[in-house]
């Protein structure tokens, strides 16, 4: 199991790191603070997981998530998202995430929602998209 953590903030990934780890016990996690890096990483190594912040250094809203889609399609990722709105989880399935979580909830949905992502399946099952994939939707 090879998970790649994408985020600027060095304490969330450590938390998250640590969530994977005891999640999927003996997981390789790899941490990129941008997306170029995480593209670069993601380019050489065989991922299960990607969890990925939407505000990042280099680009904000869907378009890490739209670039990231569109290099790596096959790569399955979890957006994780300060965010609580329906309709932005919604436009992050629309736009090629296979799961959503909003940062506040996220020690309680993470291990939940990557067993479910890894498993093929979409996280929140009852997310439909409501909102077109191309608005920008900041954080």
């Known amino acids: 199991m090879e998970v790649l953590l994408v985020d600027d903030q060095a304490v969330t990934v450590q938390v998250y790191a640590a969530t994977v780890r005891k ?4 997981a390789r996690v790899h941490t990129a603070a941008d997306l170029p890096d995480a593209l670069q990483i993601a ?3 065989s991922l299960d997981l990607v969890l990925l ?6 680009c904000r809203g869907l378009e890490a998530l739209e670039r990231f889609h569109r290099a790596l399609p096959d790569v399955p990722v979890l957006v994780v998202s300060a965010s609580e709105e329906n309709d932005r989880a919604a436009a992050c399935i629309a ?5 959503f979580v909003a940062k506040t909830s996220a020690l309680t949905q993470l291990p939940g929602a990557m067993r479910a992502v890894v498993a093929g399946e979409s ?3 009852t997310c439909r998209p409501t909102a077109s994939p191309s608005t ?3 954080t």
């Open 43 to 45: 380019a050489r190594r």
């Open 123 to 125: 996280y929140p099952l």
């Open 136 to 138: 920008s939707l900041g």
């Open 23 to 26: 999640t999927f016990i003996g």
């Open 53 to 58: 912040d939407l505000t990042l250094p280099s």
């Open 95 to 99: 736009a090629g995430a296979r799961g």
